[in-house]
C-alpha cells in the first residue's frame, strides 16, 4: 500500500454517489436480480460460469438477517425459473445474521439450504475477516453433515491457519473456494508478504488437490494460474475436478484465454441495493483497491 491509495480511500467515500457508482460499474452487475441476469446472459455466451452475490452484509438485526436469507430464496427459485443451468449463489454468513447473538445464521442458512435442495443448486459460503472464520467453518461443517457436497466454502492464503484447515475439512468430501484473501490481517495471523501469501495460496491448492477436493481457483495473479495449470496437468485432473474463478469485470483478456482454453471458470457477480456502502466497505478494508478504482474511471470501456 502506498500514500496515493491511502488518500483516494480516504477520499471516495466522500465523492458523490454517481461518481462512485461510474467506477463501480464494471465490477457490480446492478441493483436488482432482472440487471444481474442480463449480466449472466453475456457471460454464459461467453462460455463463463457464473455465482451470484447479493450484496449486505454485517447486518445488525433479526429482521434484517431475516430478509437476507427470503431474498436469496427467491434468487434460488429464480434461477430455476430462467433456466440458468450451473449458477449458484455465493453468500456471506454476516449478512444472514453471524454476528447476532444465538442461532440465527444457522437456522437462516439451513432455511437457504433447504431452499437450494427443493432446487437442485449449490451454496457457496464467502469468507469475511478473521473474527468470523472459525464460526464460519463451524457453521460449513454443520450443512455439509446435513446437505452434503450442495455446500462448499471459501479459504484464504492470507491466513497462516489455512494449511491446518485444509486438513481438518478434508478428512470428509470437501468443495473449497481458495483465494489470496483482500482482508489486511494482524502480522501474528496472517502472512503480509505478497510472495508469501502467492506461494502459500500454491501450496494450498496442491494440498486440496491431493486431497481430493474439488478446487474453485479464485485469481487474476496470471503466476497463480500458471501455478495452478501446472498442478493441474501434474496431477492428471479432469475439467470436472476443478475450475478458475474470477470477479465480475476483472482481467477479462485472462478470463477468456482459460475459458477458450477448456477450463471451466465462473465469474463472481454481485448485486444489489447495498452497492455504494459495499463499495466503500472494500476501499476501507484494502486502501490498494482505491488506486486501482480511480486509474478505471480514466481507462476506456
Not at 478446487?215 to 496437468?233: M, P, Q, R, S, Y
Amino acid at each position: 500500500m502506498n500514500l496515493f491509495d491511502r488518500a483516494v480511500s480516504l477520499t471516495i467515500p466522500l465523492m458523490p454517489k454517481p461518481v462512485v457508482r461510474y467506477f463501480s460499474r464494471k465490477y457490480i452487475a446492478g441493483e436488482t436480480s432482472d440487471e444481474a441476469f442480463a449480466v449472466i446472459r453475456d457471460l454464459r455466451a461467453e462460455g463463463a460460469l457464473v455465482t451470484l452475490d447479493i450484496l449486505g452484509e454485517f447486518i445488525k438485526t433479526r429482521e434484517e438477517a431475516e430478509r437476507n436469507t427470503r431474498d436469496y430464496q427467491e434468487l434460488l427459485r429464480k434461477i430455476v425459473e430462467h433456466d440458468l443451468s450451473e449458477t449458484n449463489v455465493s453468500v456471506k454468513l454476516s449478512a444472514l445474521g453471524l454476528l447476532l447473538k444465538d442461532r440465527v445464521c444457522l437456522d437462516n442458512m439451513r432455511a437457504l439450504m433447504t431452499t437450494a435442495s427443493e432446487v437442485d443448486r449449490f451454496v457457496r459460503i464467502d469468507m469475511e475477516d478473521s473474527p468470523c472464520t472459525t464460526a464460519t467453518l463451524d457453521i460449513y461443517r454443520t450443512l455439509r453433515s446435513e446437505f452434503g457436497p450442495r455446500v462448499g466454502v471459501v479459504l484464504q492464503s492470507r491466513l497462516r491457519r489455512t494449511l491446518d484447515d485444509i486438513d481438518a475439512l478434508t478428512a470428509e468430501p470437501s468443495n473449497f473456494r481458495l483465494c489470496k484473501g483482500i482482508y489486511l490481517e494482524p502480522r501474528s495471523i496472517a502472512y503480509t508478504d505478497p510472495e508469501i501469501i502467492r506461494r502459500n495460496f500454491t501450496l494450498s491448492l496442491e494440498r486440496m488437490i491431493k486431497q481430493g477436493a474439488y478446487v474453485g481457483i479464485a485469481t487474476h495473479d496470471e503466476i497463480l494460474v500458471w501455478d495452478a495449470l501446472e498442478l493441474i496437468d501434474r496431477h492428471g485432473l479432469n475439467r470436472e475436478q476443478y475450475e478458475f474463478q474470477m470477479l465480475l469485470g476483472v482481467d477479462e483478456p485472462l478470463r477468456r484465454i482459460l475459458i477458450e482454453a477448456g477450463h471451466r471458470l465462473r465469474v463472481y457477480v454481485p448485486y444489489g441495493e447495498q452497492w455504494y456502502a459495499y463499495s466503500v466497505r472494500r476501499l476501507k478494508e484494502n486502501p490498494q483497491i482505491a488506486g486501482y478504482a480511480l486509474k478505471a474511471i480514466f481507462k476506456k470501456d
